[in-house]
C-alpha cells in the first residue's frame, strides 16, 4: 500500500488522494462504529433511535453516557461498547494518521540517504 523506502516520495496529488482515502475509511468506521452503538442502546435499553444516537456518540467520543441504563442487557452491551470505543479511537486515529507518519519517515529516510551519498 505504501511506497518502499527505496522509492521516491508520493507527489503532492497522489498524498492528497491518499489522504483522503485514509480519511474516507477512518469516517466509515466511525461511522459503523456509531451504528453499532445506535442499534445496542436501541435493541437493550428501549431507547428512540435519537436518544440511542446520542448515547452512542457521547460513549464513542470518550464522555460517556446521557441516560441511565435499566436493564442488564443494556448495561452489559454500554459496557463491552465502550472497551470498544476506547480501541476503535486508537485504530481510527491510526488509519487517518498513518500516511502522515509514513510520509514524514519515507522523508527523513531520503534525507539520510542523500547525506549519507555527499
Same mark, same amino acid.
Given at each position: 500500500?505504501?511506497?518502499?523506502?527505496?522509492?521516491?516520495?508520493?507527489?503532492? $496529488?497522489?498524498?492528497? *488522494? *491518499?489522504?483522503?482515502?485514509?480519511? +474516507? +475509511?477512518?469516517?466509515?468506521?466511525?461511522?459503523?462504529?456509531?451504528?453499532?452503538?445506535?442499534?445496542?442502546?436501541?435493541?437493550?435499553?428501549?431507547?428512540?433511535?435519537?436518544? $440511542?444516537?446520542?448515547? +452512542?456518540?457521547?460513549?464513542?467520543?470518550?464522555?460517556?453516557?446521557?441516560?441511565?441504563?435499566?436493564?442488564?442487557?443494556?448495561?452489559?452491551?454500554?459496557?463491552?461498547? +465502550?472497551?470498544?470505543?476506547?480501541?476503535?479511537?486508537?485504530?481510527?486515529?491510526?488509519?487517518?494518521?498513518?500516511?502522515?507518519?509514513? *510520509?514524514?519517515?519515507? *522523508?527523513?529516510?531520503?534525507?539520510?540517504?542523500?547525506?549519507?551519498?555527499?
Amino acid at each position: 500500500m505504501f511506497e518502499q523506502k527505496y522509492k521516491p516520495l508520493l507527489s503532492r $496529488a497522489a498524498f492528497a *488522494r *491518499r489522504l483522503l482515502l485514509s480519511t +474516507a +475509511a477512518g469516517l466509515g468506521m466511525v461511522a459503523l462504529s456509531l451504528g453499532i452503538g445506535m442499534w445496542g442502546y436501541h435493541h437493550f435499553e428501549r431507547m428512540s433511535w435519537l436518544d $440511542a444516537f446520542v448515547n +452512542a456518540a457521547m460513549i464513542l467520543s470518550g464522555m460517556g453516557p446521557l441516560s441511565p441504563l435499566m436493564t442488564e442487557g443494556g448495561k452489559l452491551f454500554a459496557g463491552f461498547y +465502550a472497551i470498544y470505543s476506547g480501541l476503535a479511537v486508537i485504530m481510527v486515529a491510526g488509519v487517518i494518521f498513518a500516511p502522515v507518519i509514513h *510520509r514524514a519517515l519515507h *522523508r527523513f529516510h531520503l534525507d539520510a540517504e542523500n547525506s549519507k551519498r555527499r
